[in-house]
């Protein structure tokens, strides 16, 4: 069809305009949208995470005996220092035997883990070897497997050898952690550049000086990272030092307070819970101190 005269000399139409304020608007409405909802569920989240923080909090601070009275969720006197001075007192003290034994086993365990997992990791990531794909299958193939599957074997093959209730049936198995090698291995590779490595070579530096003194400077967050995931994993694990510690002298907090709880009246139930109070100060600490480290290693490897 020819154009008419008025048809070709009309402006053309600007869809793009007129639909602008309607777009942007419903653009805006869905930005809006969009942020409630996601800050509605980080705040049920967070809600479901502190309320039972908030819970052994608060029964801690009362008298004693009136931790399960009253208000649950708010404060009824105090008696926190009271409270605390009973948990000592009972069986002559072994509450600080625990926590000693827990910070032992775990800061032991994170840290010598942390160093074979930097070392396992680096060498993965910036060595050519043959069947390298293979070992980081297996490594992650590892990942998936939960530990606690690794329990009984552990502790039929420590009778055999005769490692029961001492205090490397506990760290020999504590000390391996496949996701530490992995995260480090993500990390190496996408923060460490070959150039570097290259370089310390260059001025005559052998590979294991390169590794310390280059490497592991640059994957400091990935190793407080691991570090931290190392050391609250031990601390919380149960069913390993249970069922390869029977001398309640090494048994670490965590078994000790189930042990109380399941005293059948012996030890008083508030009492379990300040012990329970007390036994999550020291993974608070660490994280206070150590999250600026902690955020950057989470990151790790999620940009090239």
Known sequence: MTPTLASATRPPRNDR??????????????????RIGVMSVLVLATIYFLLPIWWLIVASTKPAGRQFSGNGLWFEGFGLFENIALVFEVNDGVFGQWMLNSVFYAGTSALIGTVISAMAGYAIAKYE?????VVFGIILAAVLIPKIMFTLPLFLMFNQVGLLNTPIAMLLPSIVSPFGVYLARVFAAQSVPDELIEAGRLDGAGEFRVFRSVSMRIM????????????????????????VLNDTSLQPV??????????????????????????VIPLLIAFLFLQRFWRAGLTAGAIK
């Open 129 to 133: 070897f043959r069947g390298r794909g």
């Open 17 to 34: 305009a007129s639909d602008a304020p309607g777009r942007g608007r419903a653009q805006r409405d869905t930005t809006l949208g969009s």
């Open 220 to 243: 400091a967050p990935a190793l407080v990272t691991i570090f931290l995931f190392q050391f609250v994993e031990v601390w919380n694990n149960y069913l390993l030092p249970a069922m």
């Open 254 to 279: 965590v078994v000790g307070l189930v042990g109380w709880s399941g005293s059948n009246g012996v030890v008083p139930a508030g009492t379990v819970v300040v012990g329970a109070f007390l036994s």
